[in-house]
């Protein structure tokens, strides 16, 4: 049996953890033999229901913050960010003083990229490292977008990449994925065979995805945003292979991008540890895509610090 972990899921009773804490409990995220607490059913030792994050955060090993107020229809991101970082700024300070200092975190509520810069801002004692936010859904929706048009499934589809916010300035882009197709592996853009699609009608469709799901719904996504969720956290305690995933992280400057924003890059994981994939060629039209959403986070992130210091 391996250690027990202490497994932190915050806004436990809205609609992505009423999915979460399923798949967590049941050994999607950590592994079968992996005792987690403060969860729910089957691998549990434990469950503690709180309001105190003091207690909640004492001791975590790995957190899902998901509790946030989600966009509903009509609601622009600015009346996000209100609402929401100070509650990341409390969260924070709590996780630095209880925490262990090599939890795992990782921001589903949004505006996740930057909430996740507050929550790391406020609790200087744990790595930048630690602190990622989700852009995996839209990753998943990118790919699924791809096996849909090539008629193959998703797991066939591998090394897609999101670029910067997790919003719809986001860049999906598939310029280095590949495609396994009866056996063969080729570059997606190869087997796709459509230059405008790709640069048109699939980037508008994954960006748009998450505001697609609120008008049909009038709820945001739950059950992918929390598949997504158990995948990141899985790929960050399991490791990536030799495949790539996308993860808001924070930047160190790669790619030209302005340090310390909370970007998402393509990373590979191994030893709990994740690191930049390098090296990529970025043309000119990616160049522009990626500086476009570096602008919009860098807006957010300011704005988020405003209203922290108010
Ligand atoms: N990053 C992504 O890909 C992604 C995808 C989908 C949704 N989201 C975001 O996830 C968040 C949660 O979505 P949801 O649909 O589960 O919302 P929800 O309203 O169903 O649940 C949120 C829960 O958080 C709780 N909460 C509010 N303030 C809190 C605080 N200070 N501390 C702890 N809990 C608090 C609420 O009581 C509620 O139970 C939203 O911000 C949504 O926009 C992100
Ligand atoms: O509020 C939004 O626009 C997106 C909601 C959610 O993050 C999603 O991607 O489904």
Same mark, same amino acid.
């Not at 955060?57 to 107020?69: E, S």
């Not at 719904?217 to 158990?230: E, G, N, P």
């Not at 790539?244 to 393509?266: A, F, H, K, N, T």
């Given at each position: 049996?391996?250690?027990?972990?202490?497994?932190?899921?915050?806004?436990?009773?809205?609609?992505?953890?009423?999915?979460?804490?399923?798949?967590?409990?049941?050994?999607?995220?950590?592994?079968?033999?992996?005792?987690?607490?403060?969860?729910?059913?089957?691998?549990?030792?434990?469950?503690?229901?709180?309001?105190?994050?003091?207690?909640?955060?004492?001791?975590?090993?790995?957190?899902?913050?998901?509790?946030?107020?989600?966009?509903?229809?009509?609601?622009?991101?600015?009346? @996000?960010? #209100?609402?929401?970082?100070? !509650?990341? &700024? $409390?969260?924070?300070?709590? /996780?630095?003083?209880?925490?262990?200092?090599?939890?795992?975190?990782?921001?589903?509520?949004?505006?996740?990229?930057?909430?996740?810069?507050? @929550?790391? #801002?406020?609790?200087?004692? !744990?790595? &930048? $490292?630690?602190?990622?936010? /989700?852009?995996?859904?839209?990753?998943?929706?990118?790919q699924?977008?791809i096996a849909?048009?090539l008629?193959v499934?998703?797991d066939q589809v591998s090394n897609v990449i999101?670029?910067?916010?997790?919003?719809?300035?986001?860049?999906?882009?598939v310029a280095h994925a590949s495609v396994t197709i009866?056996?063969k592996t080729v570059p997606v853009p190869e087997a796709v065979?459509?230059?405008?699609?790709?640069?048109?009608?699939?980037?508008?469709?994954?960006?748009?995805?998450?505001?697609?799901?609120?008008?049909?719904?009038?709820?945001?996504?739950?059950?992918?945003?929390?598949?997504?969720?158990?995948?990141?956290?899985?790929?960050?305690?399991?490791?990536?292979?030799d495949k790539w995933?996308?993860?808001?992280?924070?930047?160190?400057?790669?790619?030209?991008?302005?340090?310390?924003?909370?970007?998402?890059?393509p990373?590979?994981?191994?030893?709990?540890?994740?690191?930049?994939?390098?090296?990529?060629?970025?043309?000119?039209?990616?160049?522009?895509?990626?500086?476009?959403?570096?602008?919009?986070?860098?807006?957010?992130?300011?704005?988020?610090?405003?209203?922290?210091?108010?």
């Amino acid at each position: 049996m391996a250690e027990t972990l202490k497994v932190v899921v915050t806004g436990a009773a809205g609609q992505i953890a009423y999915s979460l804490l399923f798949s967590v409990a049941k050994g999607d995220v950590f592994g079968k033999d992996q005792n987690c607490c403060k969860s729910c059913p089957l691998f549990l030792l434990d469950i503690v229901a709180t309001d105190d994050p003091m207690v909640a955060f004492k001791d975590a090993d790995a957190a899902f913050m998901v509790g946030a107020m989600p966009r509903r229809e009509g609601m622009e991101r600015k009346d @996000l960010l #209100k609402a929401n970082v100070k !509650i990341f &700024k $409390a969260q924070g300070q709590a /996780m630095d003083q209880v925490s262990k200092k090599n939890v795992k975190v990782i921001v589903v509520g949004n505006p996740a990229n930057t909430n996740a810069c507050i @929550l790391s #801002k406020y609790a200087p004692s !744990i790595p &930048k $490292a630690n602190f990622t936010c /989700m852009t995996r859904l839209d990753q998943n929706r990118a790919q699924a977008q791809i096996a849909a048009k090539l008629g193959v499934g998703n797991d066939q589809v591998s090394n897609v990449i999101i670029w910067g916010n997790h919003s719809s300035t986001q860049f999906p882009d598939v310029a280095h994925a590949s495609v396994t197709i009866q056996g063969k592996t080729v570059p997606v853009p190869e087997a796709v065979k459509d230059d405008s699609y790709l640069k048109n009608e699939f980037i508008k469709t994954v960006q748009q995805r998450g505001a697609a799901v609120i008008k049909a719904r009038k709820l945001s996504s739950a059950m992918s945003a929390a598949k997504a969720a158990c995948d990141h956290m899985r790929d960050w305690f399991c490791g990536t292979g030799d495949k790539w995933v996308s993860m808001g992280v924070i930047s160190d400057g790669s790619y030209g991008i302005r340090e310390g924003l909370m970007y998402s890059y393509p990373v590979r994981i191994q030893d709990k540890t994740w690191s930049i994939v390098q090296g990529l060629t970025i043309n000119e039209f990616a160049r522009e895509k990626m500086d476009a959403t570096a602008a919009e986070l860098s807006e957010e992130l300011d704005a988020a610090m405003a209203e922290c210091e108010a």
